[in-house]
Each structure stands twice: as structure tokens, then as C-alpha cells.
């Protein structure tokens, strides 16, 4: 409706025809575009005497701004048990006025989002994860089921599948843990040389590097990469299906959304996660190497062979162990929350972030157990 | 160009790489039509839509808005026009980190001077309008699909747009619910003189509310008629009569 909406404003009167009822004239133009009054300054003026509301208009054009100021007027009218008489408003607003009161207000929508103080969230986010836990088992359970029936032969898992998520968390990861591997070599040579440095022991820099990034550092770097990447994108992927209602689809099929969705999932974490845990540590030996060799001036083989003196197989036992149990981990947590998310775009999000934050969790809780106990083993 | 066409298309063609959606569309939207762009399921309706709306640049062809060439302005402008529609998406597209509320009240406190209560008032009427009134403080994800799709066009409509683009506004509602939604889209009409696209196949919405038409042919790829959609029932291409007939003609 295009007007030249300088030529005119609005325009409001009010003129007490007699005791009892209160006239209000609109004039002008009662558009969106303008600064309109509030409708707090006219109800402010109704005292308890008035009893009747009338209108009379001349406008020269109004919208939704006019629309909503007078159903504010209308409420207001109603709540004191005034009656107003719509005589004398356009037709259309009428029309509308009565297309908005045809379906009654709903009281039980009318709720208010009540504030809590930090100490009720976080006794609410204790019980919510200790009635969680349960849940955590049964998912955990349904998967050592599903592990049953792959190995009795009874599982729908698809192998294709299996490849394919095989070959999207293990070699498409593969930039990702190259780089933060060698960037992490690179800070455990410098580390090393700094301190050994000064008892004249610089040569250890390549048993402190071997032994930490096979033993220790390339599983837990490789851990918390795959978290954040692999993990969020299964929370994100199986939310997804749950809000699209695919799992619902597999369930009322009778199909297990576990042996079709997380088993080939964490199958595929299992045996990605030691080789890039493998690759990870060598990566890491090549850049205590070329730090080594170009900065601290020790030789390449003299390098080379103290790093094969410091490993051991034992080494690579742990290493491969820790990479599996933490693709495990990372793989439960992801299947977990995808599989718990809610119904909502919101929902994908939170999942995903809940994923990699359960991840992490377990990965440290579990890091922490195998380090206690191949310390009490004397691996 | 008339004064009383609030849209024209001109020689548009929309196409994916070398699949071509439709082409050489030519039809014209008056002030106050209820204008309904029909066809079969993947004809190209909603992409069609999305280049109607600025989401998708034609590959060949414009859309002009009163006599102003959306697709050949500047940003500013473009932008300026935009805002001059209002959109309802098929399913709502409810911002679901907002209250329906503040969802309503956005696109008010972004682009007029309103003080808050008034911004309020406004979203209580225009959900009011949509039958959701006293569901303010509730999120999109606490909602049905129909009553998301009825919060998606109070949005639309909170700036009173000029041109109103609605997309499937029937599909997944109930008979009554429908209805009513038809009904306030004539009232919008008639009240404000706002000019609706609809972007639908049901033929109750067609029949019921539309005074002009354009369909578009999946077999073809291009629009094979106008028109008001009661008299293509009857005199229209025998394709058009097929499909409003449900096959029936």
C-alpha cells in the first residue's frame, strides 16, 4: 500500500459524551511506519465511572499498528467489565477484529518461563544424569547384544556400511591427525631438549618423544580429534534420523536401530582408531626427528637408533589398547546422544555438543584406569 | 507497466546446472489477487518460490515488483523490496531458539520505531489472528507441524507485507483449521488489500480462494495456463481440468 506517509499522523481525541461513556476519535494515519502511541496513555485515562466505549474514525489509513491498538483497548475494556461499541470502526477492522476472538485464548498456554537460581540448575543436572545413568546401561547392554548376535551371525549389519564409515573416520581423518600429530612432536622435542639440555642428555629427546607418543599421547591426541570430529558428526547424523522419524521407521519395522546404525559405527571407530593412533605416533617421531636433527644438531641415525633402543612392543600393546578403548568411547558417546536427541533442530545441536563433552569425559575417566593399571601390571 | 500489477514475471527460466525446472514464465499478480501458482508434485513450484522470494537467482528472465526489476537493482534495494514481502514457509520455519512471541516481534523491532508494548500487543493480535492466541511463550519444538505452520504466517505477516508469498498453507492441517486459515487470508485481503501468492495443490484452497492462476507442467517444464482456476475447471487446457478435477475431466 504504497501513501506518502508524511502527509498525514496520527491523531487520537477522547471527549466524554456524558458521565458514563468515553468517545475515542482516531484521525489520520495509523500505520506500522510511525511512531504510534502507546495504549497505556489512553487506559491510564478511564477512570472508574465509565461504563461504555465508543469509536469514531476518519483515518486515512491503518494496518496491523491500528488493529493492535485497539484489541489492547478492547482487553482493557473487557477486563473492567466496560462495554465497546465497534459501531463506528471500519468494516474490515471489524471483520478482522472478530477473526482474531474466534478462537478463545488458551489459559494453559499462557505459562511463564520461570527463572532458577545456578544452584537448582545444577541439582537438576545432577538428578537429570543420575537418571541417565540407567540409560547409559541399557544402551551399553544393547550393544554387547548386538556384538552377540554379529558374532553368532543373526545381525541385519550391512557391510557396505561398515566400509563406508570405515573409510569416513579412519582415511578421511587422516589430514587432521597428521597435522595436530606433528605439531604436538614438535612441542614434546622442545619440551625435552629444554630440560635435558642442561644434564648434556639431549639425545633422550628421541626416547621422550618414541615412548610418549606411542605409548601415551598419539591415542589420547587421536581420541580427542575423533571426539570432535567423528563423534559430533554421529550425534548430528542419528539426531537427525530421530527428528526425520527414521529410527521410529526402523523400530516399527522390527529392524534394531542398533545393529543397523551403531554397530557398523563403532566397529568402524574400533579399528580406525589404534591404526591412526599407530600413524599418529609416527607422525610425532617424525617431527622430534626434524626438530632434533635441524635445531639440536643430534644426528639422524644416532636419532634413529635411540629410538628403536627406547621402544619396545610392550609400548605398542598400550598404545593400540588405549586407541581402541577410546574409539569405543567415542563411539558410544556419539550413538548414545544421537540416539537420546530430542525432536528439534536445537536437539541435533545439543547432541552433537553433548557427544563431544561425553567423549572427552570418557575418554579421560578411561585413560586414567588404564594408566593405573598397566602401571599396577608393570607394562 | 499497469498501476494496479503488483508482480510480473518475465521470460524466467530456473534450472540446476543443465536440468532446467521451467521456463519462459510470463504471468502478471494485480493489487488484491489471490494468486495461486498450482501444479503436480516436482513441476517446480517451490523453486519457482524461491526465486519469487530472492532465494534463488533465475537463470534467465526477472520478476519485477511494481514495476521495479528484483533481480537487476542494487543490494539496498533489493533488500528494501524483500522487505515488502512476506514470506510463510512450508513448515513454519519457526527460529527455534525464539518464543513464537519473540519470533513475531523480531522482524517489528528490527525495521519500525514501535515502543515494546505496542511490539507486544501486535504479536498478541497477530497470533490471535492465527488462532494461536496465549501461546506467546511457547518454542517451535513444543508445537504441532499445523501450528507451526499458523505461527510461520503471523510472522509473515508482522510487518503488513505488501505482496504475501505462502507455500503450502493447507497441507497437514484439519478441515476446520484450513478453513479458517483460508478465511483470514481473504479477510487480509479484503482488509488490508494485501495482494497472497499461494503455493499449493489443494484443491479446496484453488477452488475456494483463488481469482487468478498460473499452472506449471512437470512434462512440459513451462506454465500451460492462466487464469481464474473456476472457469479452468471448466474451459481450460484438458490437462489443467485433469488435475483440478482429480482426474475426473
Not at chain 1, 33 to 46: A, F, G, H, Y
Not at chain 1, 129 to 148: D, K, N, R, T, W
Request: hydrophobic content about 45%; aromatic content about 8%; charged content about 20%.
Amino acid at each position: 500500500m504504497p501513501t506518502d506517509k508524511n502527509k498525514q499522523r496520527w491523531h487520537l481525541e477522547t471527549n466524554q459524551i456524558d458521565a458514563n461513556i468515553l468517545e475515542v476519535s482516531f484521525s489520520g494515519r495509523w500505520c506500522l511506519d510511525q511512531d504510534l502511541p502507546s495504549p497505556d496513555l489512553l487506559t491510564s485515562e478511564m477512570d472508574g465511572s465509565i461504563n461504555r466505549l465508543t469509536f469514531r474514525t476518519e483515518l486515512s489509513s491503518w494496518d496491523s499498528g491500528f488493529l493492535a491498538y485497539l484489541s489492547c483497548l478492547i482487553k482493557f475494556s473487557a477486563e473492567r467489565g466496560i462495554h465497546t461499541d465497534q459501531g463506528g470502526l471500519p468494516e474490515g477492522v471489524r471483520d478482522l477484529l472478530t477473526l482474531a476472538t474466534a478462537v478463545p485464548e488458551q489459559k494453559i498456554a499462557g505459562r511463564q518461563h520461570v527463572k532458577r537460581s545456578m544452584l537448582f540448575r545444577a541439582g537438576s543436572a545432577a538428578i537429570r544424569f543420575f537418571h541417565g545413568a540407567p540409560e547409559m546401561l541399557s544402551f551399553l547392554g544393547q550393544i554387547v547384544f548386538s556384538f552377540g548376535r554379529l558374532i553368532s551371525g543373526r545381525t541385519r549389519l550391512r557391510w557396505s556400511d561398515l566400509w563406508w564409515e570405515i573409510e569416513e573416520v579412519g582415511p578421511r581423518a587422516l589430514l587432521i591427525v597428521s597435522v595436530i600429530s606433528f605439531l604436538v612432536g614438535l612441542i614434546l622435542a622442545y619440551l625435552g631438549a629444554d630440560q635435558l639440555r642442561m644434564v648434556g642428555a639431549q639425545i633422550f629427546i628421541a626416547d621422550l618423544v618414541a615412548i610418549g607418543m606411542v605409548r601415551e599421547v598419539g591415542a589420547l591426541m587421536t581420541g580427542i580429534i575423533i571426539a570432535g570430529r567423528t563423534g559430533s558428526a554421529f550425534a548430528a547424523k542419528l539426531g537427525t534420523m530421530q527428528v526425520n522419524e527414521e529410527i521410529d521407521a526402523f523400530r516399527t519395522l522390527g529392524i534394531s536401530p542398533i545393529d543397523f546404525l551403531v554397530l557398523p559405527r563403532i566397529l568402524a571407530l574400533m579399528l580406525m582408531v589404534p591404526l591412526l593412533t599407530l600413524y599418529s605416533g609416527f607422525v610425532g617421531m617424525l617431527a622430534g626427528l626434524l626438530i632434533s636433527t635441524s635445531i639440536f644438531d643430534i644426528g639422524m641415525f644416532e636419532y634413529y637408533h635411540e629410538t628403536l633402543n627406547a621402544l619396545e612392543l610392550k609400548h605398542f600393546m598400550v598404545g593400540l589398547t588405549k586407541g581402541s578403548v577410546y574409539g569405543a568411547m567415542v563411539a558410544y558417546a556419539g550413538c548414545l546422544r544421537g540416539m537420546q536427541c530430542g525432536r528439534s533442530a536445537e536437539a541435533v545441536g545439543e547432541a552433537a555438543t553433548s557427544a563431544v563433552v561425553t567423549s572427552i569425559l570418557l575418554i579421560t575417566i578411561s585413560a586414567s584406569i588404564l594408566t593405573i593399571l598397566f602401571y599396577q601390571l608393570g607394562i | 507497466m499497469d498501476t494496479a500489477t503488483h508482480i510480473e514475471v518475465r521470460n524466467l527460466t530456473m534450472a540446476y546446472g543443465d536440468h532446467v525446472v521451467q521456463h519462459d514464465l510470463n504471468f502478471t499478480v494485480d493489487k488484491g489477487d489471490i494468486f495461486v501458482i498450482m501444479g503436480g508434485n516436482g513441476c517446480g513450484k517451490s523453486t519457482l518460490m524461491r526465486s519469487l522470494i530472492g532465494l534463488q537467482r533465475p537463470t534467465e528472465g526477472t520478476v519485477f515488483y511494481q514495476g521495479v526489476d528484483f533481480w537487476n537493482v542494487d543490494p539496498d534495494q533489493h533488500e528494501r523490496l524483500k522487505r515488502r514481502l512476506g514470506i510463510m514457509f512450508q513448515g513454519g520455519a519457526m527460529w527455534s531458539s525464539l518464543t513464537l512471541a519473540e519470533n513475531v516481534a523480531l522482524p517489528l523491532s528490527e525495521y519500525t520505531d514501535l515502543s515494546p508494548r505496542l511490539i507486544d500487543e501486535i504479536v498478541s493480535f497477530k497470533l490471535a489472528l492465527v488462532g494461536l492466541a496465549g501461546f506467546e511463550g511457547f518454542y517451535p519444538a513444543e508445537l504441532s507441524g499445523g501450528m507451526k505452520k499458523r505461527a510461520g504466517l503471523a510472522r509473515a505477516m508482522a510487518l503488513d507485507p505488501d505482496i504475501l508469498i505462502i507455500d503450502e498453507p493447507s497441507s497437514g492441517l484439519d478441515p476446520l483449521t484450513a478453513r479458517r486459515l483460508d478465511n483470514l487470508i481473504v479477510e487480509l485481503r479484503e482488509s488490508l488489500g494485501t495482494t497472497i501468492v499461494l503455493i499449493t495443490h489443494e484443491l479446496a484452497s484453488i477452488l475456494g480462494i483463488g481469482n487468478n492462476s498460473v499452472f506449471l507442467d512437470s512434462e512440459t517444464h513451462t506454465m500451460i495456463a492462466t487464469g481464474n482456476p473456476k472457469e479452468a475447471i471448466h474451459s481450460g487446457d484438458p490437462r489443467v481440468r485433469h488435475f483440478l478435477t482429480r482426474g475426473e475431466a
